[in-house]
């Protein structure tokens, strides 16, 4: 049986904290499906197609990796996707207490997917989707926080 997760988010926009979570977990898992959650709660700062051609461009030599946006429940997104893991990575103990909430309610509701936790490489654990976006925002130079082609279209379409 393929080990498959779906590592799930908003990737708005992807920062090099997720890429390292997929790159490493790529050791763990057959097959990464980015599942890129649409929030009716959130509003984004790119267009979902903006998001998964982002994501489809890091991963483009790695067959392994695809992405695809969703609505609703994570864990019926997998159960869709034949996903037996949810990926998630944790940045501090706040990240833990708050993905643990999330992975015992997805565990009462789909009792056969299992979370899993990656933690983040030291050098990404202060780079967050939401923290990019502030310095977009204030004109700051965001490129030691995302993968080259998310600054590079930035750089080109700078609003």
Same mark, same amino acid.
């Given at each position: 049986?393929?080990? !498959?997760?779906?590592?799930?988010?908003?990737?708005? =926009? &992807?920062?090099?904290?997720?890429?390292?979570?997929?790159?490493?977990?790529?050791?763990?898992?057959?097959? &990464?499906? !980015?599942?890129?959650?649409?929030?009716?709660?959130?509003?984004?700062?790119?267009?979902?197609?903006?998001?998964?051609?982002? &994501?489809?461009?890091?991963?483009?030599?790695? @067959?392994?990796?695809?992405?695809?946006? %969703?609505?609703?429940?994570?864990?019926?997104?997998?159960?869709?996707?034949?996903?037996?893991?949810?990926?998630?990575?944790?940045? %501090?103990?706040?990240?833990?207490? %708050?993905?643990?909430?999330?992975?015992?309610?997805?565990? /009462?509701? /789909?009792?056969?997917?299992?979370?899993?936790?990656?933690?983040?490489? @030291?050098?990404?654990?202060?780079? /967050?989707?939401?923290?990019?976006?502030?310095?977009?925002?204030?004109?700051?130079?965001?490129?030691?926080?995302?993968?080259?082609?998310? %600054?590079?279209?930035?750089?080109?379409? =700078?609003?």
């Amino acid at each position: 049986m393929e080990n !498959v997760c779906v590592f799930p988010g908003t990737f708005d =926009p &992807i920062t090099l904290g997720h890429v390292d979570i997929i790159r490493r977990a790529l050791q763990l898992f057959d097959r &990464i499906i !980015v599942g890129v959650g649409v929030n009716s709660l959130k509003q984004p700062m790119f267009s979902i197609e903006q998001r998964l051609d982002w &994501i489809r461009a890091v991963f483009a030599n790695e @067959p392994r990796v695809e992405a695809e946006a %969703y609505e609703g429940l994570t864990v019926a997104f997998c159960q869709k996707k034949q996903a037996r893991f949810i990926l998630r990575g944790i940045r %501090y103990v706040s990240d833990f207490e %708050y993905e643990k909430s999330i992975a015992d309610m997805n565990r /009462a509701l /789909a009792p056969d997917i299992e979370t899993v936790f990656l933690a983040s490489a @030291p050098a990404y654990a202060t780079t /967050a989707s939401t923290l990019v976006r502030d310095v977009i925002r204030n004109g700051g130079d965001i490129s030691a926080f995302v993968p080259e082609v998310v %600054y590079r279209t930035l750089q080109a379409n =700078p609003g």
